[in-house]
């Protein structure tokens, strides 16, 4: 059975995943699947598997929206504890090659969570 942080996690990037739909048009037809099929934690740790980044994840830096990719989701303070060493660094070092300031986006995350982030963190 998933644990709290495992549901919020799977919430929080599902409703990622319908903001991509409104604000930039983008269907993650595949990576919704993928929710369906292993759950949040399991599609994310399967993304964050191998080296390269997934199309997703380009299609998200393309439009400059990466802070609703699920390599920055990996990364908040409170959904760390679900995953391992090696996928937070995989999940760090793509967006750093990616131009994507890390440690900004959680500074400011740390003091107003995003929208998209439920409500009980």
């Known amino acids: 059975m998933p644990s709290e942080a495992e549901n919020r996690f799977h919430g929080d990037m599902r409703r990622g995943a319908e903001r991509l739909k409104r604000e930039i048009g983008y269907n993650p037809t595949r990576f919704v699947q993928m929710l369906g099929e292993l759950g949040g934690v399991g599609a994310a740790k399967q993304l964050l598997r191998g080296g390269n980044a997934s199309d997703g994840f380009t299609t998200l830096w393309e439009a400059g929206r990466l802070e609703l990719s699920v390599e920055a989701f990996v990364l ?23 131009g994507f300031d890390v440690d900004r986006f959680l500074r400011e995350t740390q003091r107003n969570p995003p929208v998209w982030v439920s409500d009980d963190v």
């Open 76 to 98: 908040l303070p409170w959904y760390r504890q679900l995953f391992e060493n090696h996928h937070l660094d995989t999940a760090r070092y793509r967006l750093r090659e990616h």
